[in-house]
Nanobody, 121 residues
């Protein structure tokens, strides 16, 4: 089974930046689209960003557009999320995920445990 481990979360002040990393092990994800999601307390999981297998295309939720950037390094079997201009409403557990196929679509097949991001005002 593919295991995903997110790192880079923490406490940051509003307006600050964080870089999240997601490292996959137990199998290669270089042929799969990858995505980032978040879930705040008492809320449903929210899609943030996704990237195709070769990085040729990306997609973003409106909440992430213009502030977050998704990238990947298939040589490292990893995907990243650069978050800038953070707001208190960005506070959530951030998780990466593996889609079943090369292009983004449908429900991801594998999920990481998530990393906590807390943005203070």
């Amino acid at each position: 089974q593919v295991r995903l481990v997110e790192t880079g979360g923490g406490l940051v002040q509003a307006g600050g930046s964080l870089s999240l990393s997601c490292a996959a092990s137990g199998g290669t994800v270089s042929s799969n689209a990858m995505g980032w999601f978040r879930q705040a307390p008492d809320k449903q999981r929210e899609f943030l960003a996704a990237i195709s297998w070769n990085g040729g295309s990306t997609s973003y939720a409106n909440s992430a557009k213009g502030r977050f950037t998704v990238s990947r390094d298939n040589a490292k079997n990893s995907v990243y999320l650069q978050m800038n201009s953070l707001k208190p409403e960005d506070t959530a557990v951030y998780s990466c995920a593996v889609y079943s196929y090369r292009l983004v679509g449908g429900t991801p097949r594998y999920w990481g445990q998530g990393t906590q991001v807390t943005v203070s005002s």
